[in-house]
């Protein structure tokens, strides 16, 4: 090995460090080449009065508490929001102070590390394509069910952020013609029917309306319909309430429905369901896949797309971030260009019914996983999505 590759080598084995800023909680993570995380810190979120400044300084503080007690590569950060496409600003953050935040490098000059900017919803499925429920499949659409609907594309094993940087808004697709009234505006978006927000709504609804149906539901909020939320309803569920069981099923045929748009409109090999109302697993999921399969586009004549239950759950995040953090800081330092960018998949899957503009994963948009040869500890020497060589 050259000096140079074993050079490039060594510092691939490097921890990163991952943070995932959200609503209510800065969660960091210091994670191994392997995605694992083997140290964690976290902060109370600033409050949304509070300047962009206050924000740079909690992640600062949280940097400086990990890197103190590990001798990390970089920095990444998943933000709830819009990040530009150059991945160096935070165009708007719903929970954040933040419009234009040029955080990137404000953040960079704090730490004296490298540091990037991703959308937390392609952080997340990012992690999973790596180290989660979609190992090994080239075309992933994750949708997170929150109390909106967040979501990211991994297309032909590249992350795809679109034009702007804001792809994957997948919850203000419109499935009702005139429906229920969105925050965004508009009417009948799909996250006013399939998401923990939706669920709520009509579980409300049922006591509201005083459901002889609903009586379980009115007993665990203690006859209070604004107490109902969304682990309550999954709960009755699960012990078999079938009002609950219902609501759910009802949250389960809407997902089916986008997602039927979803395969039509991008073909991918598998749907990753994650976030807190993908906790109640296949209550929800066998009614998804059912509604996917009546809804979709050439039914019958097509290989249909699985759908899956994410596997990283509330760290997702914060472990893509870390992991898009040191493949950008090798993409960087690789003036040898020993380290490429292109997900690692089984040959039949990465080239089939794809023409790409330029075969030179240099050149790809987007981050890519990428093919080649690696020492495997934790997955019995397989090879995964985006190992880097
Ligand atoms: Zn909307």
């Known amino acids: 090995m050259s000096p140079t590759r074993a050079r490039v080598a060594r510092l691939a084995l490097r921890p990163t460090i991952g943070i995932d800023i959200g609503g209510t909680k800065v969660a960091a993570g210091v994670v191994d080449v392997d995605g694992q995380v083997i140290d964690r810190a976290r ?47 935070v165009l708007f953050a719903p929970h954040l102070a933040w419009r234009n935040e040029p955080l990137r490098d404000a953040v960079r000059k704090r730490v004296g590390l490298p540091v990037v900017v991703d959308n937390d919803a392609n952080a997340a499925a990012w992690a999973e394509c790596r180290f989660g429920a979609a190992q090994g499949e ?45 925050e965004c505006g508009n009417r009948g ?33 203690g006859g209070d319909y604004r107490r109902i939320t969304g682990p309550m309803i999954s709960d009755l569920a699960r012990e078999g309430d079938p009002a609950a069981v219902e609501l759910l099923e009802e949250v389960g045929h809407w997902l089916g429905t986008g997602l039927a ?7 991918p090999g ?22 996917l399969r ?4 050439g ?17 997702a995040g ?42 030179n994963p240099e050149h790809a948009s987007g981050t890519a996983l990428t093919p080649g040869p690696s020492t495997r500890r934790l997955n019995g020497g397989r090879r995964r999505a985006g190992d880097i060589v």
């Open 294 to 297: 009546r809804s979709l586009t």
């Open 43 to 89: 902060r109370e979120t600033p409050s949304k009065s509070k300047s962009a400044q206050v924000v740079e300084d909690t992640i600062a503080d949280i940097v400086a508490e990990l890197a103190g007690r590990h001798h990390v590569l970089a920095v990444g950060i998943g933000a709830a929001g819009f990040v530009d496409g150059t991945q160096s600003s």
């Open 189 to 221: 978006c799909w996250e006013q029917y399939a998401s923990g927000n939706a669920l709520v709504r009509e579980a409300r609804e049922l006591v509201v309306n005083g459901s002889p149906v609903g009586h379980r539901i009115a007993e665990a909020c």
């Open 138 to 182: 080239s075309h992933v659409v994750c949708v997170t069910l929150g109390t909106g609907i967040g979501g990211a594309l991994v297309l032909d094993g590249v992350l795809h952020r679109g034009r702007f940087g804001v792809a994957g808004e997948f919850g203000h697709m419109v499935v009702v013609p005139g429906g229920h009234r969105c």
């Open 318 to 359: 914060l472990i893509g971030a870390a992991d898009l953090a040191r493949r950008e800081r090798l993409r960087r330092r690789d003036r040898a260009k020993l380290v490429t960018t292109r997900l690692l998949l089984p040959r039949r899957l990465n080239n089939q019914n794809s023409t790409r503009v330029n075969d």
């Open 270 to 291: 598998l749907f990753v369901i994650g976030g807190g109302v993908s906790d109640v697993g296949e209550l929800m999921l066998a009614p998804a896949t059912a509604s």
């Open 299 to 315: 039914r019958g004549f097509r290989p249909e797309a699985g759908v899956v239950r994410a596997a990283l759950g509330n760290e």
């Open 261 to 267: 748009n979803l395969a039509a409109a991008l073909d």
